[in-house]
């Protein structure tokens, strides 16, 4: 295998640099199940049964590629291979192909991993298709309840359960899984950083410290649809304004409070004509906060105005919650190993949620960042340069050698 | 034929009421050329051939009904089929249902049109597939460019040119035709109010004395996409924010101008995802005003502040002129006759926009309003009580009998 291309990127992801290109949005799209991730799905198969492991499909739509016989206590490295939609290259498929490059790397040099060892790509990380994100890990581990999970819809109104079953799963068996939430030991992921905390740091390569806690939420106004032209200004009761002056509002209540951020990056407009009022609009937002207290105090005090907002304009709104993550302190313990194994490296705290996140609350996780020199993500402007992602995989490398 | 039904709608409007229905939006979805479109055009052409009338279409696809032989300087009725996403059942279909059945009851009484006599279907008035109203007429009577039309796309990416080819017209013939043009020697339209001017007045019916100035512009923000966990709150280039508040600005800039209407009832987020800062966000105005003067003031001081919106925000905009309609005072002879034929109706001038207003330009032409109990249009709850929609056949049927 060579370990890197003629055009810069690591192999692996000049492999799969075609897959899911999203020629509307810029970047890449692949969402779960689609005909570009189920691509990438048969990639990595295909790429670890070429390393010699052993590739699995868990039943919430995980793979794992295990080198030698599955156990239990496992150290376990990977990430994911979806996108939000006009996504960057690197977000999960780095951490994925940089593992499959630590192991080939591992092998040529004779290593023999000491306990059981796994790769594992988890289902449905960015929540782009059925909303809710690291559904993979969050079923895996119980932390969500899978009558919930087989009722989400997409943007077509097709159900979690519909589409699993469509992938080939089961869905009577999605959910908690307590057999192979018991073979990690501890997970470990590397993921591109997707800020500039490195380019401030002038590092290729940190630990994550602490994940924000983090949720979404689901806000619909309610109006009166009606012709645009007809209906006088006065007295109208026009959803969109009441969810644009929100959209105002959401951001000015992030910045009043040190350390959170809210944001609305999708809003749907119903019916949706040129020349008509609507009659409702659903926003959905994204809030983070330092701490859960933090993130309730924002999200509470964004319904507040949101609510005297929609009543201004002679419409309503219902707040809904879609998803909630608490912040994540990364195990103390596995850093410290991690930061001498390593020689010293800086810790950064993550605004993004990831898998390493919701593990937490089974074994012991951490992660390894990759400078981003854009300081870009979720956008195509995402990038790392060649040489740390060499570095990534060398720290990669180190850890592993160090834990197995 | 039967005049009413069992249901209380009109002959016809019963006919076709599952046509098109939209169970997530409300109301009925019938844009161009779309199955249910379609269908309605066929129910169109075996309705008016039940009647005897000679059904062609002209190459711009709209629909002409003859009674007896075509010539120039015909008498014409109709409206259109198509309507917005969510429309109501009335907006377009009552003033072709009600045209057909005054010629019923025209042929019932024996009656003989003493000059040429047409009902016409227009096409694509609402402009829901393709984004400019009133594609039909305005293309026959030669006041669009036909290479502009031809390039127009629906939100599938799909153009005029081809879309009008699956329909089977030639999209190089589209465009002005002055043949079809002069057949009209006047043209009548029937439609069913967008406000609440009758239920003011307290009578059925009324006829139209003006169009508000209209038109239609593209606002299209750019700012930088970015990871809306990871991506702190300052220094954000959000241009979901600048949009957000240029929706207020366009609000609050048409209360400041008396007699105008500002209205965004359209909205596309690239990409769109919960936890992704945008990259880009276009929004659709749709202004009208009192006179062309009005409307252009109010959409230049749109396009000033959103430009001033978008840089606080570090983003930029462009705004696009999409399509354009001065203000129409109808012809006042012709409304004389009516007035006179009817004895007396009030009459109302209409904010919302008609192919009446477009054929204006190619000869006289009047309008027939139907009150609106609910004063809602562009919406599921526009209505019209079969007590009402029989006055206006009755003065549709009157009016035909003096200019015939």
Redesign the interface.
Known sequence: MRPITAHGMLAGLDEIADVGR?R????F?RSIWSTSELQLRIWFVERAERLGLDVEADRNGNLWAWWGPPGDGAVVTGSHLDS????GPFDGPLGVVSALEAVARLQRSGFIPGRPFAVAVFAEE???RF?V?CLGSRMMSGTIDPDRVRALTDAAGVTFADAARDAGLNPAHLGADPETAARIGLFLELHI???RGLIDLDSPVAVASSI?A?G?WRLAFRG???????????GRQ?P??A???A??AI?DT??SIAG????????E???????????SVTS?L?A?GETAKDTRLLVAEIARLSDGLAAEEGCSVVVTEESWSDAVSFDARLLERLSSALGGVPALA????HDAGVLSSVAPTAMLFVRNPTG??????EWAELEDTLAGIDALETVLRSLL
């Open positions: 999203d509307l949005r810029g970047g799209s939000v939609p006009g996504g960015e929540g782009s909303g994100a950083e997707q800020g924000l983090h979404r009166q649809g009606n012709h645009a032209g007809a209906t006088a200004m006065q026009d969109l304004v969810a644009a002056r959209v105002t951001r992030a910045l959170s951020r809210a944001t609305v990056g999708r809003i407009v119903t019916p949706g004509g040129t020349n008509v009022i609507p009659s959905w994204d983070r993550s605004g993004a949620g870009i993500s979720h956008a195509p402007e």
